[in-house]
């Protein structure tokens, strides 16, 4: 892969890791729309290092107070009573089932997951859910109300994005909206319990770059993931400001035209829907 290629992997990656339409799922689509290799899920997942460490700066402030709190609740009984105590076990408790679910299906991800068509079909259905959850949410609670029982909830709605085409940001927003929860504040959550998981996965799968057959190689990686970076962290700040004044309705309905687009395509067989091998 060259580096025009790498710019273009990383740019798209950049835009769509935060907003609710699924970056594997682009990763997965728009090469083959260019006619290119695709990237494989070892590529996906490193190159998302990228956008997770614009997530790790703009919250450094966040990172820092719940990692502080926990640790002194350790330590301290006092402190177990802080918002940044309860939240560090919120995100601990919240990224175990993708860590466990990624673990146990982890061929599978990388091979019949990422059929084309599935990928499709997950982009519309999912879209549907969001459009759902933005319709009947309360949209009341702040991320301070988060309790136990929701943590597990939103967990158990990113490991949904171990499938291609769910949004891991999609599905723990939808999931948040279904609880009541702002779309800031769910929103926010959302970015916080991703770290450990896309972080965690990441460095899991550095090793398979350097195999040409799995990856499209180190170099063009690097490229793309630290322009994955620069690009999401403009995306995070402008997705803060745009839902705390208007919905995820532009999401949806850009997820089921892209979903029915890709199927018409694989139909018509202008594109493949093949298991492509990471």
């Not at 640790?71 to 309860?86: N, Q, V």
Request: net charge positive.
């Amino acid at each position: 892969m060259d580096l025009f290629k790498a710019v273009v992997l990383g740019i798209i990656q950049g835009l769509t890791e935060f907003i609710p339409v699924s970056s594997s799922a682009h990763l997965a689509i728009f090469p083959k729309f260019f006619g290119w290799d695709d990237p494989g899920a070892a590529f996906t997942a490193v190159v998302q290092i990228g956008t997770e460490l614009a997530v790790v700066i703009y919250f450094w402030r966040d990172i820092v107070a719940i990692a502080g709190g926990w640790l002194r609740g350790l330590f301290h009984a006092e402190a177990r009573t802080s918002h940044e105590w309860r939240m560090g076990w919120f995100v601990i408790v919240g990224s175990i089932p993708i860590v466990l679910l990624g673990l146990v299906f982890q061929d599978t991800i990388k091979h019949e997951f990422r059929r084309v068509a599935l990928i499709a079909v997950a982009l519309i259905v999912f879209g549907l859910i969001l459009g759902l959850a933005e319709r009947i949410g309360r949209k009341t609670k702040t991320i301070e109300q988060l309790t136990m029982r929701d943590a597990v909830l939103f967990g158990l709605a990113q490991a949904c994005a171990l499938f291609p085409g769910v949004s891991r940001s999609g599905g723990t927003i939808s999931m948040g909206l279904f609880l009541g929860y702002e779309r800031r504040a769910a929103t926010r959550y959302a970015f916080l319990l991703a770290i450990p998981a896309v972080l965690g996965a990441g460095i899991f799968n550095i090793k398979d770059i350097s195999d040409q057959t799995n990856a499209y190689g180190t170099g063009p990686t690097i490229v793309a993931t630290v322009i994955s970076f620069i690009v999401g962290l403009a995306v995070i700040h402008w997705l803060l400001e745009y839902v705390s004044r208007k919905s995820y309705a532009p999401f949806v309905i850009y997820r089921i035209g892209l979903g029915i687009l890709v199927l018409i395509l694989v139909a018509t067989g202008a594109i493949g829907s093949i298991v492509v091998v990471s």
